[in-house]
T-cell receptor, first 114, second 111 residues
Framework: SQTIHQWPATLVQPVGSPLSLECTVE??????LYWYRQAAGRGLQLLFY??????ISSEVPQNLSASRPQDRQFILSSKKLLLSDSGFYLC?????????????FGEGSWLTVV | RKEVEQDPGPFNVPEGATVAFNCTYS??????FFWYRQDCRKEPKLLMS???SGNEDGRFTAQLNRASQYISLLIRDSKLSDSATYLC????????????FGAGTRLFVKA
């Protein structure tokens, strides 16, 4: 069965510090990978998606970047965090299948920028 | 108009009640539809897919009306454990990229 792992689960970072969130998927090949952010009390915002190694698309301009160095690895980064980067970050994966691309989420990472 | 709109909520219902969530979408070319459940401070989890013919899973029934671009979720005999936020999800094409999440409707089931 497929599993998705995301870490760290919680982090508190000062403004201006770097960020690295990592996500790996097991049990599937060539998945679509996603990074979402959910601000407090808000809906999910798609930040990045990837259809393959080295292929990254950004949905919104922001202070963050993403990379996919391996087929099942997706990394979210920032060189200098802003207060507004605080939120719940979710990695997700999907594969084309019957009924469309069902999306499965990792357990999420809570980021507080102070 | 938002691409996916849900009832703003929250819904406060007693145990045993029937509750209905509604969702509308703007892209008539949308192909796939889902309901997700999100518990407080947790990741969203797939609750059920939504098919044109309607589908049922125990106490949960999902309906799709393509002509009206409308999706619904019905929960019968509400349990305390049903308390969560319910997210409507619409996928616009087969690429998997244009997956749009509604803002969610919070449900509180009380004893």
């Amino acid at each position: 069965s497929q599993t998705i792992h995301q870490w760290p689960a919680t982090l508190v970072q000062p403004v201006g510090s770097p960020l690295s969130l990592e996500c790996t998927v097991e049990g599937t090949s060539n998945p679509n990978l996603y990074w979402y952010r959910q601000a407090a009390g808000r809906g999910l915002q798609l930040l990045f998606y990837s259809v393959g190694i080295g292929q990254i698309s950004s949905e919104v301009p922001q202070n963050l970047s993403a990379s996919r160095p391996q087929d099942r690895q997706f990394i979210l980064s920032s060189k200098k965090l802003l207060l507004s980067d605080s939120g719940f970050y979710l990695c997700a994966w999907s594969v084309q299948g019957q009924g469309g691309n069902t999306i499965y989420f990792g357990e999420g990472s809570w980021l507080t920028v102070v | 108009r938002k691409e996916v709109e849900q009832d703003p909520g929250p819904f406060n219902v007693p145990e045993g009640a029937t509750v209905a969530f509604n969702c509308t979408y703007s892209n008539s070319a949308s192909q796939s539809f889902f309901w997700y459940r999100q518990d407080c401070r947790k990741e969203p989890k797939l609750l059920m897919s939504v098919y044109s013919s309607g589908n049922e899973d125990g106490r949960f029934t999902a309906q799709l009306n393509r002509a009206s671009q409308y999706i619904s979720l019905l929960i019968r005999d509400s349990k305390l454990s049903d308390s969560a936020t319910y997210l409507c999800v619409v996928i616009g094409n087969t690429g998997g990229f244009k997956t749009i999440f509604g803002a969610g409707t919070r449900l509180f089931v009380k004893a």
